[in-house]
């Protein structure tokens, strides 16, 4: 009956994709996790649940991310009460970006590309940036959401100059891989298939306009009728938010959004740089991101409280209304916080239950045989889907993928590759992870119908890798 221990996360993600209910499916994948914790019994693992709950504000990390969420609604309602976004659009247009849909969804696609300090942070700028192009050009908010989680976890993975990269660093320094360990890491991404084709997958996507599936229906949908969310969808972030009219007599003006943006970009640098004292690639994500975005917030309220010539010498706003925006923002996000504290929860108890090193048992350790990569790209893809982290499924699976390529006499960095490429692929599709929670928020899309409409495209990504680590794992 050791497979029991799958069916929590399981059960939650098919309850999310088949209902639409997506707090309720988190809440009974939660209970029967607990209850199988507590042997069975439902009543002590209604108790559990409670408990669990709370142990994940226990985790440093875990409440940085949550306030991170709430601040994020705040600095939303700030940019565009500001007349920061408006004067951003005008801008952007005068000068031929984001006029047509091509463009558009090229210009996500970049800004993605330019962000790659940290995923969270990718997601947020990307949503911001180019949500009012893509609901002007009736573009539907799942395909904006499809960028910014297509060019958050791969980007980052693909240029590990981040939290990213120190974090698989760590992992190989645990594994006795110290003085080679950069190399090794450069190495596997030459074998990171997945992020690879991603990568260039939705370039291809914004560049032609073409696509297929539920994004299709969706984009149609939205060209047709101009409805650029499902009729009857739950977008993560409240449309008050979304479409907040700058306050009168803000105006409109681009640097009232750029310079608040520009000063989270570089915080998150600042905050990686301390954190690490002194070396960012050992710095915390979390850290800095929850600085970041905090730090930004101060420095939109300041800079709108200065008075200016254009405004007759007023300010754009007074900081009593900037505090009430930021509150206001802030309780716009209070359904997407609840979200992935339930999520996080998901993932205390599937690792109580030993489920990675579970399906990690199921590999086995025999001989060398060239679909082996293949087959740890399949398991870390499940692993992350269920457990809704990449980072997690790192930390299982990385000690047990070296150790065995070594034993094959494999190439080491095929099969760090094929973790890295697995777990991304899983965190990228999987409605419990935090980066396709915060795509979700940061687009202002149901979260369900974002799950729904890039699973497609994922899985075709996925079915490519497959084949690469099959080919690779022959030849080399």
Aim: charged fraction near 10%; include cysteine.
């Amino acid at each position: 009956m050791d497979w029991i221990v799958l069916l929590p996360p399981v059960l939650a993600i098919v309850l999310a994709l088949w209902t639409r209910q997506v707090y309720l499916a988190l809440i009974v994948g939660l209970w029967l996790g607990t209850t199988i914790l507590q042997d069975g019994n439902p009543i002590a693992g209604l108790r559990e649940l409670g408990d669990q709950i709370v142990l994940v504000f226990q985790d440093a990390g875990n409440t940085r991310v949550i306030l991170f969420c709430l601040l994020v609604g705040g600095l939303v309602a700030l940019v565009q009460a500001s007349g920061g976004v408006a004067g951003f659009i005008a801008w952007a247009q005068q000068r031929g970006l984001g006029r047509t849909r091509r463009s558009a969804e090229v210009l996500a696609w970049a800004v993605g590309m330019i962000i790659f300090v940290e995923s969270s942070i990718t997601c947020l700028v990307v949503g911001a940036v180019s949500r009012p192009f893509f609901d002007r050009l009736q573009l539907p908010r799942e395909k904006l959401a499809y960028y910014c989680d297509a060019t958050s976890a791969p980007v980052c993975m693909m240029i590990p100059l981040n939290g990213w990269g120190a974090y698989v660093l760590g992992l190989l320094a645990a594994q006795g891989v110290v003085s080679g360990a950069v190399v090794l890491l450069a190495e596997s991404l030459l074998y990171n298939f997945y992020c690879i084709l991603v990568i260039l997958f939705t370039l291809l996507l914004a560049v032609s306009g073409w696509g297929f599936g539920a994004m299709r229906r969706a984009e149609v949908r939205a060209s047709k009728t101009g409805d650029v969310i499902r009729p009857g969808a739950r977008p993560l972030i409240s449309e008050e938010i979304t479409e907040l009219k700058p306050l009168p007599g803000a105006g409109e003006n681009a640097r009232n959004l750029l310079i608040p943006l520009s000063v989270m970009v570089v915080m998150i640098f600042v905050g990686l740089w301390i954190t690490g004292e002194g070396d960012i690639t050992q710095g915390s994500g979390s850290t800095a991101v929850f600085w970041a975005v905090g730090i930004a917030i101060v420095a939109a309220m300041v800079l709108y409280a200065f008075p200016r010539k254009s405004h007759g010498g007023r300010p754009v706003m007074k900081i009593g209304e900037s505090t009430d925006l930021v509150l206001r923002g802030s309780a716009g996000l209070v359904g997407v916080t609840v979200l992935i504290v339930l999520a996080f929860a998901l993932g205390q108890v599937s690792r109580e239950l030993e489920m990675g090193p579970y399906l990690v048992g199921m590999v086995g350790s025999g001989r060398g045989a060239w679909w082996m990569p293949a087959l740890i790209f399949l398991v870390a893809g499940f692993i992350s889907f269920t457990l809704g982290s990449s980072w997690a499924t790192f930390a299982i699976l990385i000690p047990i993928a070296l150790p065995l390529a070594s034993g094959l006499d494999m190439p080491l960095a095929l099969f760090l590759g094929a973790v890295l490429s697995g777990g991304v692929f899983g965190d990228h599709a999987s409605p419990l992870s935090d980066t396709t929670i915060i795509s979700s928020m940061s687009a202002a899309c149901d979260h369900v119908d974002h799950v729904n409409t890039q699973l497609p495209y994922a899985l075709l990504m996925a079915v490519c890798s497959l084949v690469g680590f099959l080919i690779a794992g022959a030849i080399v």
